[in-house]
Nanobody
Framework: VQLVESGGGLVQPGGSLRLSCAVPETIFSINAMGWYRQAPGKQRELVARITSRGRTNYADSVKGRFTISRDNAKNTVNLQMNSLKPEDTAVYYC?????????WGQGTQVTVSS
């Protein structure tokens, strides 16, 4: 089972990007969905997470700039990223926490540079 991410790319500081992750309908009993990122030489870190009840939490570094949402009709989880900074540069990974397993996407590169 593969999660498919889209929406990464190159953007100037202060710009915006929207990441989207398509979640297969074969994954059931989902507890939460989220976005993680990993910059070169650093550990993977949680960026944002949304539970099945809609509760969200964010890394301190992105609070007020990033918004996570889920579209139940399209079975996607999205990450709206505004006011991007060079330090947001990383590979972003979609994650689904299900009852029996965790699932990951292949990652999408986000580069913030002038």
């Amino acid at each position: 089972v593969q999660l498919v991410e889209s929406g990464g790319g190159l953007v100037q500081p202060g710009g915006s990007l929207r990441l989207s992750c398509a979640v297969p309908e074969t994954i059931f009993s989902i507890n939460a969905m989220g976005w993680y990122r990993q910059a070169p030489g650093k550990q993977r870190e949680l960026v944002a997470r949304i539970t099945s009840r809609g509760r969200t939490n964010y890394a301190d570094s992105v609070k007020g700039r990033f918004t996570i949402s889920r579209d139940n009709a399209k079975n996607t989880v999205n990450l709206q990223m505004n006011s991007l900074k060079p330090e947001d540069t990383a590979v972003y990974y979609c994650n689904v926490e299900a009852f029996l397993d965790d699932y990951w996407g292949q990652g999408t590169q986000v580069t913030v540079s002038s």
